[in-house]
């Protein structure tokens, strides 16, 4: 038992001294008694040796950076290296499943702009579109509102509006009827 605690007060000892002065002898040991067993660790935790190797050298170059935030008190330096490489363990598997964004993806493009005068038609047709829903019997345009403004399910809006299902139909074909007929597509 005392061969342990002395091992564990000596790599102690070595995280100290790296965040103390940043010794490269220290470090230097802890990197050779550390990297094989966190890679064998990370290859258990599922990584493939290419990855557990990256992972453990990103473990302990975590370990040079951040050794002076290393307390004894709190955990072992086993305990708390370890603990390092299982986040990045964890943050990797995180990285595979959400993959890096293509900035040449056409939907992360901004829209080109409008020539003025294709504006200026959308500008006409909406107000059209507006002046035809105004012309609506009430109930026709709530049930289009739904539909197509708040993009809800006809069944949805039969719940409710207390409607049955067909007249939801029936009122969003009528109203859709009269909204060619009142947009000059009478199709």
């Known amino acids: 038992m005392e061969a342990g605690a002395n091992e564990a007060g000596?790599?102690?000892?070595?995280?100290?001294a790296v965040g103390r002065a940043r010794d490269r002898a220290a470090f230097q040991a802890l990197f050779d008694h550390f990297a094989p067993r966190v890679k064998?660790?990370?290859?258990?935790?599922?990584?493939?040796?290419a990855v557990a190797e990256d992972l453990a050298q990103e473990a302990l170059l975590t370990v040079w950076r951040k050794a002076a935030l290393?307390?004894?008190?709190?955990?072992?330096?086993?305990?708390?290296?370890f603990t390092i490489a299982r986040n990045l363990r964890?943050?990797?598997?995180?990285?595979?499943?959400?993959?890096?964004?293509d900035p040449n993806d056409a939907a992360l493009l901004?829209?080109?702009?409008?020539?003025?005068?294709?504006?200026?038609?959308?500008?006409?047709?909406?107000?059209?579109?507006?002046?035809?829903?105004?012309?609506?019997?009430?109930?026709?345009a709530e049930i289009i509102e739904l539909s197509f403004l708040a993009e809800k399910p006809h069944s949805r809006i039969a719940?409710?509006?207390?409607?049955?299902?067909g007249t939801v139909k029936s009122r969003i074909?009528?109203?859709?009827?009269?909204?060619?007929?009142?947009?000059?597509?009478?199709?």
């Open 10 to 16: 000596r790599l102690n000892a070595a995280v100290l």
């Open 40 to 49: 064998g660790y990370l290859m258990r935790l599922g990584a493939g040796n």
């Open 70 to 81: 290393f307390d004894p008190a709190k955990a072992s330096a086993s305990t708390w290296i």
């Open 90 to 101: 964890i943050d990797a598997i995180r990285k595979e499943r959400r993959p890096e964004l």
């Open 110 to 140: 901004p829209q080109a702009e409008r020539a003025a005068d294709e504006t200026m038609a959308w500008a006409e047709a909406e107000d059209r579109l507006r002046a035809a829903l105004a012309e609506l019997p009430r109930e026709q």
């Open 159 to 165: 719940n409710e509006l207390g409607l049955p299902l």
């Open 173 to 187: 074909r009528l109203a859709m009827a009269r909204l060619r007929v009142a947009l000059g597509d009478g199709t």
